[in-house]
């Protein structure tokens, strides 16, 4: 479980710190080098003492003001940002490629589709959706803006997007923003929505949610790729297992971060399972067909979907 | 009364109460539920301790053996990453730090050291104080040493995975006084210099990581490193490892003014050769 003093931790850290500069001591146990080591600062201790009064939230299994959630999930995201793809292919064993494939099958795109892909980071999503477009079309009038809050995540997806043949074309746009309040957007402008394991990451979901109804044109689809729960007994322990013990020491090992994966397989267990998220989405004024939503890999991921009508 | 006027029916009866104060104490169990025994043994996904210092991350079996076998392979591929190699000792350590404390023990300097627990930090070795020493005492190119590595005692990472306050202790005091036996022996912070040093480590204290990396750090070596390794190092690491004093149980902070030559002749340790 996340201490307070690995929450610290987190909320200390710098993006520069965690790109260690030359050492030479090869086999040495010498982590930084003198000059880079983080000041110790009690002013954090003095901040959460203040905030008694304020609306608490969770980060995690921890319970924090809600107005530090989102700086925190900013940090946990600036430092996994670079290992971001590695840590997907070790976390799933691969089968997120599989998830978003058929992610994007669900979504069946037909040619000129504006879609807005939230969360979008390092691209994935909006990647399978122009080869979609592609590929089963011969379509290149699709296009997509890649949201996110965190800019560490937009510069590897914009790093990953130079390989292929949308650079520098109409097709694919960049946008930092808060997907809470998406200002910049007008409303019904959108055909298409997507949220891909970025919701459970939101400080307010309804809000998100409302947000996401806004943009979208009459007719337009919002989709949610999400991890949820799993009702398996048997692979629910499993998965257990596999979260909270392979998981951060896969991060310690590849990243040299357990903290932020801590946070982040503690934060699908915080997340509303699947028929709770669907009522949300309900709630917000789409129309769900059928149970709206559909399970994968036996509910470790499920895909939601609703309809602004 | 004197022995002589025990009787037979005192000593039973006295030996009878001992008897059935230990069996109440021991309260033996019955047969069933002795079998319950063999499925109580620890869990594997269960971290076996709570939180017990500053640091610590307490993990589970299943945890630290996973640790264990990618900081290997980590370290090994990339011996730059500081964090993996102190990963490895840790989850490695096990029971060679207690025998490293032990052996702490049986010697009076290293019961100082493990009662007054000093840490090595740059205020508790007071660095500027040690830079105005006389060149040649063991504090002065103790500095030099550091300066020229870019290094202080303060970029240690700190001890993670020791399930013990005490042996926790033992793995930083270990790692802390590294700095002190390259100044000694005067290894370089090569690779091969590294490696030399850790099976000197290896037959002072036993840790499977020194073991590790004497074993498998030279694949990373060129071939001419190799040959150096073995023709010179390694001898030179057998001979003093095993014959020097135990390195644990040194007090360095008091001998930081000593030259070095006096300071390798109390410890039985010759330089290492130059090549």
Not at chain 1, 75 to 91: E, G, L, T
Not at chain 2, 55 to 72: E, N, T
Not at chain 2, 138 to 146: A, D, H, Q, S, T
């Amino acid at each position: 479980m996340a201490s307070r003093t690995a929450l610290l931790r987190l909320s200390r850290r710098t993006l520069s710190s965690s790109m260690a500069p030359s050492r030479t001591a090869p086999f040495s146990t010498s982590t930084k080098v003198w000059h880079q080591q983080a000041p110790k600062s009690t002013s954090d201790n003095n901040n959460n003492t203040n905030a008694g009064k304020e609306v608490e939230t969770h980060f995690g299994f921890q319970n924090v003001p809600e107005n530090m959630k989102e700086h925190l999930v900013k940090q946990v995201f600036a430092n996994v940002a670079s290992k971001y793809d590695i840590m997907n292919d070790v976390m799933s064993g691969g089968v997120h490629r599989l998830w978003k494939d058929h992610f994007i099958r669900t979504l069946a795109p037909t040619p000129g589709t504006k879609l807005l892909d939230v969360a979008g980071g390092t691209g994935d999503i909006a990647m399978r959706f122009l080869d979609y477009c592609k590929e089963t079309h011969g379509d290149n009038s699709a296009q997509v803006t890649v949201f996110d809050i965190n800019p560490n995540m937009l510069e590897v997806g914009k790093e990953r997007f130079t390989k292929t043949p949308y650079h520098n074309t109409s097709q694919v746009s960049f946008m930092e923003g808060n997907a809470e309040n998406l200002e910049h957007i007008p409303d019904n402008s959108m055909d298409a929505y997507t949220i891909a394991f970025g919701i459970r990451n939101c400080t307010h979901v309804d809000r998100v949610l409302k947000e996401a109804y806004r943009v979208l044109k009459p007719g337009g689809r919002f989709m949610c790729l999400e991890f949820s729960k799993v009702e398996n007994p048997v692979i629910s322990k499993v998965y257990d297992v596999f979260s909270f013990d392979v998981i951060p020491t896969m991060g310690q090992i590849v990243a040299n971060d357990r903290d932020s994966y801590q946070y982040l397989v503690e934060s699908i267990r915080k997340f509303p399972p699947q028929k709770e998220f669907a009522k949300m989405i309900k709630d917000a004024g789409f129309t769900v067909m059928g149970q709206g939503y559909e399970d994968l890999t036996f509910g470790v991921a499920a895909i939601h979907s609703g309809f602004k009508l | 009364m004197s022995a002589r006027t025990i009787t037979a029916a005192t000593a039973n009866a006295t030996i009878a109460s001992i008897r059935a104060r230990s069996l109440a104490l021991t309260r033996r169990p019955a047969h069933w539920t002795r079998c319950a025994t063999l499925f109580t043994c620890r869990s594997p996904l269960e971290p076996p301790t709570g939180k017990l210092y500053e640091g610590h991350i307490p993990i589970s079996p299943l945890q630290r053996s996973i640790l264990a076998v990618g900081s290997a392979f980590t370290a090994l591929a990339n011996p730059l990453r500081g964090d993996m190699v102190a990963a490895l000792g840790e989850t490695t350590g096990g029971m060679f730090l207690a025998r490293i404390r032990d052996q702490m023990l049986l010697d009076p300097e290293g019961r100082r050291i493990l009662r007054e627990r000093p840490k090595i930090t740059s205020e508790s070795m007071q660095l500027d104080a040690l830079r105005q020493l006389p060149d040649g005492t063991f504090g002065r190119e103790y500095v030099r040493f550091l300066d020229d590595q870019q290094v202080s005692p303060d970029t240690r990472e700190p001890v993670h995975f020791v399930d013990s306050e005490e042996l926790a202790y033992v793995m930083q005091r270990y790692r802390e006084t590294h700095d002190f036996y390259h100044t000694l022996t005067g290894l370089p912070v090569t690779v091969d210099g590294e490696i030399a040093l850790k099976w000197f480590e290896m037959l002072q204290t036993g840790l499977p990581m020194t073991m590790l990396s004497s074993f498998f750090g030279p694949l990373r070596l060129t071939s001419e490193e190799r040959s150096r390794l073995h023709e010179y190092y390694i001898p030179w690491a057998l001979e003093y490892g095993s014959s020097s004093k135990l390195l644990m149980n040194v007090r360095w902070e008091e001998w930081m003014d000593r030259p070095v030559e006096e300071v390798q002749r109390e410890l039985g340790v010759q330089p290492c050769p130059q090549v």
